[in-house]
């Protein structure tokens, strides 16, 4: 079994299945019994990992993990293999949160801005976390998983308030 990355969460039942969380927000959906750890691998319900259906506010944006989350991206199911990059492989299942800017970056088919945004927000967040990893792996890793993701994407949809 490959350990995730600490701001990821297995979905329970599950095999590949992930959630990504803002880290800051883990002892939140602790207390609130919507994640649980289980020796070093944190742990979210089938249900519960669908978040912008169970838990609205604990919502980020799955593109640049800012909140809140005000559209829902509407996608088929599909898998991520990045192994190849150090990462394991994941599931991404159903519709993805974005925030107002990754939103209607997406509603209006910018996907080169949507693509220099994440990757500019990922490479501040991870390099100051994990000196040393390069820039273009970050690169390579975001333009992989939106690729995927432009491939199964079906329509936004903006959040009702």
Known sequence: MTKFPEWMVRIAGTKEGY????PALVEQLRASGIIWQDGDELYIKPDDAYVLNTHPEHAVCDFCNATPC???ARCTD???DAARNGLPSQESLSDWACCETCGQLIAND???KLLQRCVRIATERFQKKYPGVPARAI???IELLQQKFWRHYQRIVRLAN
């Open 139 to 141: 690169r390579t890793n």
């Open 78 to 80: 599909f898998q991520i």
């Open 70 to 72: 005000t559209w829902r």
């Open 19 to 22: 959630a990504g969380i803002e």
């Open 110 to 112: 910018e996907r080169h």
